[in-house]
Each structure stands twice: as structure tokens, then as C-alpha cells.
């Protein structure tokens, strides 16, 4: 079991307590109702110390966006639907940091670096360079610039 746990009325995230965006993202996880439990995916965009918009993903969504940016017909990933809100908002994305984590029925976390189809859209869609992702081992969260993690 992975040391990295967050359960009910706990906060216990090991050294990362303080990090609001890691526990933003970790609520929009606990969000997804419509898929697999080991398939809770949350994320946040943010600048600075202000969390911009905000995604989870979720099955049988009726959105209106270029199905390159979709794995399936009507499936929502956290990514692009939190590009999706930041854009309904229209905020500004430039400097912005992408953060995705993935949950498993037991909260633990578990890898959830973005598919190419999330690639795309935060390449093709925002000027976002930073991206975050959890893994299954300490330190828990990756972080690349995203040159090395959009393939051409």
C-alpha cells in the first residue's frame, strides 16, 4: 500500500500537506462517479497561487469539441476538460502549470501522465509548457516541461 493515502476526514499527503493544487485535483478525482473506480482522474491549471480551472473526467459527457481531442465518443478526460472550463472562462493560460492525478479506489495514487490525445489538446489549444502528473512512487508527482512529453 502506498504511503501516499488521503481518505475521509484525512489529510495526510506526506511532506506535500500544503500543496493546495495536489488536494484540488485530488477532490476533482473523488468527482468521477461514471467510470471504473481506477479510473478517477482530477486536474487543475494554475499560475502562481491562483488555480485557474479546474476538470475530472467522466463518460457520456454531450460536449462540442474535435473528437482528435477524444478517446471516445462522449469521454471527458480531466485534461481537456479542464481546458475546456478555462476557456469557457477565459482566462489566460500563458505561464500556466497543468496538474492531472490519477486515484485508485483506495485513493492511492497512481499514474496518470496525459494520453496523446491530451497532448494534443494542451499543445494545440493552450500555450501551457508545465506539466505535472502523479505516479505510483515517491515523489509522487512528475513534473516535465512539455516538450518532453508532447511527441510530434
Known amino acids: 500500500m502506498s504511503p501516499f493515502v488521503i481518505s475521509k476526514g484525512q489529510n495526510v499527503l506526506l511532506g506535500l500537506e500544503k500543496d493546495q493544487f495536489i ?3 485530488f477532490r ?8 471504473g473506480r481506477s479510473m478517477r482522474l482530477g486536474c487543475v491549471i494554475y499560475k502562481g497561487k ?3 480551472a479546474k476538470g475530472h473526467n467522466c463518460a457520456n459527457a454531450n460536449i462540442k469539441i ?7 465518443k462522449g469521454s471527458l478526460h480531466a485534461e481537456v476538460a479542464a481546458i475546456m472550463n478555462a476557456m469557457k472562462k477565459g482566462k489566460n493560460l500563458s ?3 497543468l496538474l492531472v492525478i490519477r486515484i485508485n479506489k483506495d485513493n492511492q495514487f497512481r499514474i496518470a501522465k496525459p494520453c496523446q490525445y491530451c497532448e494534443l489538446a494542451i499543445k494545440e489549444l493552450t500555450p501551457i509548457r508545465k506539466v505535472q502528473y502523479s505516479i505510483n512512487e515517491f515523489p509522487y508527482i512528475r513534473k516535465e516541461r512539455i516538450h518532453h512529453v508532447i511527441c510530434k
Open 23 to 25: 488536494l484540488e485535483a
Open 66 to 72: 474535435p473528437m482528435k481531442y477524444l478517446r471516445w
Open 28 to 35: 476533482e478525482a473523488q468527482k468521477v462517479t461514471t467510470i
Open 50 to 52: 491562483t488555480i485557474l
Open 95 to 97: 505561464g500556466a502549470t
